[in-house]
């Protein structure tokens, strides 16, 4: 199979009708919710606020505003306001009469104008007849997205990812004449490029400082930090080199200092964490070494008022004193922490804005001391007290990132603030029948609070992601819990100093897999290198095994580019996937072992590769590909990721390989692929495996079958395939309308999740449970379908309507109807054994009723699906279930007739029906 024969073949494909349908019930999981998150914040002359991030609902409705918020003083939705919903907004700024916002955005949809192009920066009007919506005379169009705003009154600096502005080469920053005659001019002069990442900006007079991850810009060279002439073309000045060993982020600036954030440990040589400040008053800015809050993370956003300068991040301590994601700190002398401001986020600030005496912070958490309120709130200056006047809540939809089968349900971790509106902080254990399991709750606390991965051990539950408390214990991205009550137990405590992407167990050890994972601290400022990979002792506290301890790299030996995504043990070997080029033994790094993207690891020593394992996987371009799930099933083991090549063989995104030779069986094949977007990345998102068949999801259209003359069949989104030939099975198909993202299965029944709203024909916001056709569903089936059309979820999907009578097979199935007869037939009353619903009025004691007779599968029978009677006035409400009429009566030994009477006598009008929903059999 070549992918020039691949894409020629793919002009005579074509998707299946939307018509068609799925191939199993469906149970509805309960809705997701995150608190949104805001990643800018800014404020005007006014008072009003604005607010950027990811939400599509504010208080519980989507409209107005929707990722870009305009809040009155008092915290309400603004009136003039006509952003309808933007996505991917960076930072906003304003300036005179106008807001200028900058992001990843490329379209904004209005409420007065619909859908506006106006691709990574818009300015809006704040005053006039326009107030509230865009300049649509101001056109400065990067070619890519924008990072920051600033401004030195006359002139917007921006940067970003863009190499150009207005058709003009601009490398990461330009500046826009937003005062002369044509205000959206690019300045023709100024250009000094930057040869990396810019993260802020701000402007003394005359000069305009840039941090981030450069190592030039302005002509010279220096790392992270510098300052540039506004005018010119831009130079830097020469006579200012500081040294700092880390990226610079955030920038405030007074007249007479410049306050810097980061997560650095090192300036001009003198120990001095994440955060500093540089004096003005000479002709070059002087360190001041005495200033120091010392945070014991990174500072990521900072906000000066007067002598108080308020700080945001990702730390726990500042000045040796607890101060979790947000503090404020004297803004002189040696900087020393305000005693009074305790706000305590339970998640990061992302921005910070002062208003007015008080302080808004935008970020990731949705509680602090005083009022709750998502995503953003407004903090008293003194005190950090939230305040319950300017309170709202942000929210989006909330993702699924593992799953886990415990008894009566599955667990499911990811990242949200709620189920069906309980709150429940990215893990929670769902009932078999798609309900919240009240019993089981372990809130999170963190920068992401995501849960990434899970492994249920016998009643213990162990998971992992990015969290700093888990249950109000300080278990740091890897906690263990009981899988029953969520009890979190907090003396098996670790502290990895980077987000756990993987887990996994053996009788006596927690493995552990990541990206970047270069330390675990094992006593405060104690901390034990590894690589990647590194595992704790079940026993006691999780101790790291200081003997068990492989180097996991990737190009050019570096550890910092590798990552180990997901683990599985195959005997008493682990075998790791993720995205890696050798295996080193950390006491004799001279020799490593070369193993692309999968290997399997020795338990008894340093965790020495097995021999063989030589494949090697690449993408489309011929670069190292990624190994992003593993599934062992059967004996055989099967890898999904991001390549496109096995060794020099096409085999796209699934392969099946020998658990214990790590050889590749050609047999197999499954090559799924989106025929609009071929090279591009990971079209497979999860596996999961039942039986003989395997279930592949993710973003691709089609599957191959190498059957002519189209070898490759729709399947959109999620396919059934052969375990062993990677064969597809035309019999099942559930019709997602997007992207399925994780599957797993419990019991018989499959769990999905992923960005579609309808599956099967049924509208849903979260997880989804396909169960399997019933035994009962599979014998009607039988009883009108040949063998070619039983083989067909064009035929046999419960959905569908065989017939066009308007009656799906379901309900045809209830009533015992036939799906090829279109002709319409009824229960006769008091004998009937098919039919549809027999709905009459009648006299009972001089008043009159609605009934209704037919015929239903038994409770035993496990069907699949239940029939309730229900009875309105009005045809829009359906209040009532009647009262059953004497016993149900036997007709076989599946199927039963039953009689309801209304339980209202009927006047004028009534009118009844018989609602059939899928159960889980």
Same mark, same amino acid.
């Given at each position: 199979?070549?992918?020039?024969?691949?894409?020629?073949?793919?002009?005579?494909?074509?998707?299946?009708?939307?018509?068609?349908?799925?191939?199993?019930?469906?149970?509805?999981?309960?809705?997701?919710?995150?608190?949104?998150?805001?990643?800018?914040?800014?404020?005007?002359?006014?008072?009003?606020?604005?607010?950027?991030?990811?939400?599509?609902?504010?208080?519980?409705?989507?409209?107005?505003?929707?990722?870009?918020?305009?809040?009155?003083?008092?915290?309400?939705?603004?009136? @003039? =306001?006509?952003? !309808?919903?933007?996505?991917? /907004?960076? *930072? #906003?700024?304003?300036?005179?009469?106008? +807001? $200028? &916002?900058? %992001?990843?955005?490329?379209?904004?949809?209005?409420?007065?104008?619909?859908?506006?192009?106006?691709?990574?920066?818009?300015?809006?009007?704040?005053?006039?007849?326009?107030?509230?919506?865009?300049?649509?005379?101001?056109?400065?169009?990067?070619?890519?997205?924008?990072?920051?705003?600033?401004?030195?009154?006359?002139?917007?600096?921006?940067?970003?990812?863009?190499?150009?502005?207005?058709?003009?080469?601009?490398?990461?920053?330009?500046?826009?004449?937003?005062?002369?005659?044509?205000?959206?001019?690019?300045?023709? @002069? =100024?250009?000094? !490029?930057?040869?990396?990442? /810019?993260? *802020? #900006?701000?402007?003394?007079?005359?000069? +305009? $400082? &840039?941090? %981030?991850?450069?190592?030039?810009?302005?002509?010279?060279?220096?790392?992270?930090?510098?300052?540039?002439?506004?005018?010119?073309?831009?130079?830097?000045?020469?006579?200012?080199?500081?040294?700092?060993?880390?990226?610079?982020?955030?920038?405030?600036?007074?007249?007479?200092?410049?306050?810097?954030?980061?997560?650095?440990?090192?300036?001009?040589?003198?120990?001095?964490?994440?955060?500093?400040?540089?004096?003005?008053?000479?002709?070059?800015?002087?360190?001041?070494?005495?200033?120091?809050?010392?945070?014991?993370?990174?500072?990521?956003?900072?906000?000066?008022?007067?002598?108080?300068?308020?700080?945001?991040?990702?730390?726990?301590?500042?000045?040796?004193?607890?101060?979790?994601?947000?503090?404020?700190?004297?803004?002189?002398?040696?900087?020393?922490?305000?005693?009074?401001?305790?706000?305590?986020?339970?998640?990061?600030?992302?921005?910070?804005?002062?208003?007015?005496?008080?302080?808004?912070?935008?970020?990731?958490?949705?509680?602090?001391?005083?009022?709750?309120?998502?995503?953003?709130?407004?903090?008293?200056?003194?005190?950090?007290?939230?305040?319950?006047?300017?309170?709202?809540?942000?929210?989006?939809?909330?993702?699924?990132?593992?799953?886990?089968?415990?008894?009566?349900?599955?667990?499911?971790?990811?990242?949200?603030?709620?189920?069906?509106?309980?709150?429940?902080?990215?893990?929670?254990?769902?009932?078999?029948?798609?309900?919240?399991?009240?019993?089981?709750?372990?809130?999170?606390?963190?920068?992401?609070?995501?849960?990434?991965?899970?492994?249920?051990?016998?009643?213990?539950?162990?998971?992992?992601?990015?969290?700093?408390?888990?249950?109000?214990?300080?278990?740091?991205?890897?906690?263990?819990?009981?899988?029953?009550?969520?009890?979190?137990?907090?003396?098996?405590?670790?502290?990895?100093?980077?987000?756990?992407?993987?887990?996994?167990?053996?009788?006596?050890?927690?493995?552990?897999?990541?990206?970047?994972?270069?330390?675990?601290?094992?006593?405060?400022?104690?901390?034990?290198?590894?690589?990647?990979?590194?595992?704790?002792?079940?026993?006691?506290?999780?101790?790291?095994?200081?003997?068990?301890?492989?180097?996991?790299?990737?190009?050019?030996?570096?550890?910092?580019?590798?990552?180990?995504?997901?683990?599985?043990?195959?005997?008493?070997?682990?075998?790791?996937?993720?995205?890696?080029?050798?295996?080193?033994?950390?006491?004799?790094?001279?020799?490593?072992?070369?193993?692309?993207?999968?290997?399997?690891?020795?338990?008894?020593?340093?965790?020495?590769?097995?021999?063989?394992?030589?494949?090697?996987?690449?993408?489309?371009?011929?670069?190292?590909?990624?190994?992003?799930?593993?599934?062992?099933?059967?004996?055989?083991?099967?890898?999904?990721?991001?390549?496109?090549?096995?060794?020099?063989?096409?085999?796209?995104?699934?392969?099946?390989?020998?658990?214990?030779?790590?050889?590749?069986?050609?047999?197999?094949?499954?090559?799924?692929?989106?025929?609009?977007?071929?090279?591009?990345?990971?079209?497979?998102?999860?596996?999961?495996?039942?039986?003989?068949?395997?279930?592949?999801?993710?973003?691709?259209?089609?599957?191959?079958?190498?059957?002519?003359?189209?070898?490759?069949?729709?399947?959109?989104?999620?396919?059934?395939?052969?375990?062993?030939?990677?064969?597809?099975?035309?019999?099942?198909?559930?019709?997602?309308?997007?992207?399925?993202?994780?599957?797993?299965?419990?019991?018989?029944?499959?769990?999905?999740?992923?960005?579609?709203?309808?599956?099967?024909?049924?509208?849903?916001?979260?997880?989804?449970?396909?169960?399997?056709?019933?035994?009962?569903?599979?014998?009607?089936?039988?009883?009108?379908?040949?063998?070619?059309?039983?083989?067909?979820?064009?035929?046999?999907?419960?959905?569908?309507?065989?017939?066009?009578?308007?009656?799906?097979?379901?309900?045809?199935?209830?009533?015992?109807?036939?799906?090829?007869?279109?002709?319409?037939?009824?229960?006769?009353?008091?004998?009937?054994?098919?039919?549809?619903?027999?709905?009459?009025?009648?006299?009972?004691?001089?008043?009159?009723?609605?009934?209704?007779?037919?015929?239903?599968?038994?409770?035993?029978?496990?069907?699949?699906?239940?029939?309730?009677?229900?009875?309105?006035?009005?045809?829009?409400?359906?209040?009532?279930?009647?009262?059953?009429?004497?016993?149900?009566?036997?007709?076989?030994?599946?199927?039963?007739?039953?009689?309801?009477?209304?339980?209202?006598?009927?006047?004028?009008?009534?009118?009844?029906?018989?609602?059939?929903?899928?159960?889980?059999?």
């Amino acid at each position: 199979m070549t992918l020039r024969s691949l894409l020629l073949r793919g002009l005579a494909v074509a998707l299946l009708p939307l018509s068609s349908l799925h191939a199993q019930f469906v149970v509805k999981g309960p809705e997701l919710r995150l608190n949104g998150f805001v990643s800018s914040v800014e404020s005007d002359t006014a008072g009003n606020v604005y607010l950027a991030g990811s939400f599509n609902e504010f208080n519980g409705t989507s409209g107005a505003g929707m990722g870009l918020l305009r809040l009155t003083p008092g915290g309400a939705q603004h009136a @003039t =306001w006509d952003i !309808g919903f933007v996505d991917g /907004v960076n *930072d #906003l700024m304003v300036s005179g009469n106008f +807001l $200028y &916002v900058g %992001g990843s955005f490329t379209t904004v949809r209005t409420l007065s104008a619909g859908r506006i192009n106006r691709p990574y920066l818009m300015r809006i009007h704040l005053t006039g007849a326009n107030e509230g919506k865009i300049d649509t005379t101001w056109v400065s169009v990067p070619n890519a997205p924008v990072s920051r705003l600033e401004t030195d009154g006359t002139s917007l600096f921006i940067s970003g990812s863009f190499s150009g502005v207005n058709g003009t080469a601009r490398n990461r920053l330009a500046k826009i004449l937003t005062g002369g005659a044509d205000p959206d001019a690019l300045d023709s @002069t =100024w250009n000094p !490029g930057a040869n990396n990442t /810019v993260e *802020d #900006l701000a402007f003394v007079s005359p000069w +305009l $400082y &840039v941090s %981030g991850n450069f190592s030039s810009a302005g002509g010279m060279s220096n790392n992270y930090l510098l300052r540039l002439s506004t005018s010119g073309n831009g130079a830097g000045d020469s006579a200012w080199t500081p040294t700092i060993n880390r990226p610079v982020g955030a920038l405030e600036a007074s007249a007479t200092h410049l306050y810097f954030g980061g997560d650095f440990t090192v300036v001009n040589g003198a120990v001095h964490r994440s955060l500093g400040r540089f004096s003005l008053a000479g002709t070059t800015p002087t360190f001041d070494a005495t200033w120091k809050p010392d945070p014991d993370g990174e500072v990521s956003s900072m906000a000066l008022s007067g002598s108080t300068l308020y700080i945001g991040g990702v730390f726990t301590r500042v000045a040796n004193t607890p101060r979790r994601f947000m503090a404020k700190v004297n803004s002189g002398g040696t900087g020393g922490l305000d005693g009074a401001f305790v706000p305590e986020p339970n998640g990061s600030i992302e921005d910070l804005k002062v208003v007015a005496g008080n302080v808004v912070a935008g970020g990731r958490f949705n509680t602090t001391v005083g009022s709750a309120s998502a995503g953003y709130a407004m903090m008293s200056g003194t005190s950090g007290s939230a305040l319950p006047a300017f309170a709202g809540t942000i929210t989006t939809e909330g993702q699924i990132y593992s799953m886990q089968p415990v008894s009566g349900g599955m667990i499911i971790g990811g990242v949200f603030d709620s189920v069906n509106g309980v709150p429940r902080t990215s893990i929670a254990k769902i009932l078999s029948n798609g309900t919240l399991d009240p019993s089981f709750n372990v809130p999170l606390v963190g920068f992401n609070r995501l849960v990434s991965d899970m492994k249920l051990d016998g009643s213990t539950l162990y998971f992992c992601g990015d969290f700093l408390t888990a249950g109000g214990a300080p278990t740091q991205h890897v906690a263990r819990v009981n899988a029953t009550t969520g009890a979190v137990d907090a003396g098996w405590f670790t502290k990895p100093l980077t987000p756990i992407l993987c887990l996994e167990t053996d009788a006596n050890y927690v493995y552990i897999g990541s990206a970047g994972l270069r330390y675990i601290e094992i006593a405060p400022n104690v901390p034990v290198e590894v690589n990647n990979l590194a595992r704790l002792s079940k026993g006691g506290t999780a101790t790291v095994d200081p003997n068990w301890k492989p180097y996991i790299a990737a190009e050019n030996g570096n550890p910092a580019i590798a990552s180990v995504n997901d683990m599985v043990f195959s005997g008493s070997n682990l075998i790791i996937g993720g995205h890696f080029i050798f295996v080193v033994n950390p006491l004799d790094i001279s020799t490593p072992y070369q193993r692309v993207c999968v290997a399997a690891l020795t338990t008894n020593t340093w965790g020495q590769p097995v021999s063989g394992w030589g494949d090697i996987y690449f993408d489309a371009v011929g670069d190292v590909g990624t190994i992003s799930r593993l599934l062992l099933h059967n004996g055989a083991l099967y890898v999904a990721g991001d390549f496109q090549f096995v060794n020099n063989n096409e085999y796209y995104y699934v392969a099946k390989l020998n658990p214990v030779t790590g050889a590749q069986d050609l047999a197999f094949d499954v090559s799924p692929l989106d025929y609009d977007d071929p090279y591009g990345s990971f079209k497979v998102s999860t596996l999961a495996a039942s039986g003989s068949h395997l279930y592949v999801g993710g973003s691709f259209t089609h599957v191959f079958t190498g059957i002519a003359p189209n070898p490759f069949e729709a399947s959109p989104y999620i396919a059934r395939v052969s375990a062993s030939s990677g064969m597809l099975d035309y019999s099942w198909y559930p019709y997602p309308d997007g992207p399925v993202s994780r599957m797993a299965f419990e019991g018989q029944n499959l769990w999905t999740y992923g960005t579609f709203t309808e599956i099967g024909g049924e509208f849903v916001d979260g997880p989804v449970i396909l169960t399997p056709f019933s035994t009962s569903y599979q014998t009607w089936l039988a009883t009108y379908l040949t063998s070619n059309e039983l083989a067909d979820s064009g035929y046999t999907a419960p959905f569908q309507d065989l017939d066009g009578d308007g009656d799906s097979n379901l309900v045809e199935a209830m009533f015992n109807t036939n799906p090829k007869d279109p002709r319409k037939s009824y229960h006769a009353a008091g004998t009937g054994t098919s039919g549809l619903p027999l709905i009459v009025r009648e006299n009972i004691g001089g008043q009159f009723y609605l009934t209704v007779e037919y015929t239903r599968w038994k409770a035993s029978a496990n069907a699949g699906a239940v029939a309730t009677p229900q009875f309105s006035d009005n045809l829009v409400s359906w209040p009532r279930n009647g009262v059953q009429v004497g016993n149900a009566v036997s007709v076989s030994s599946d199927r039963e007739r039953v009689k309801f009477r209304d339980s209202v006598a009927n006047g004028a009008k009534g009118f009844g029906r018989v609602q059939i929903l899928p159960q889980t059999p």
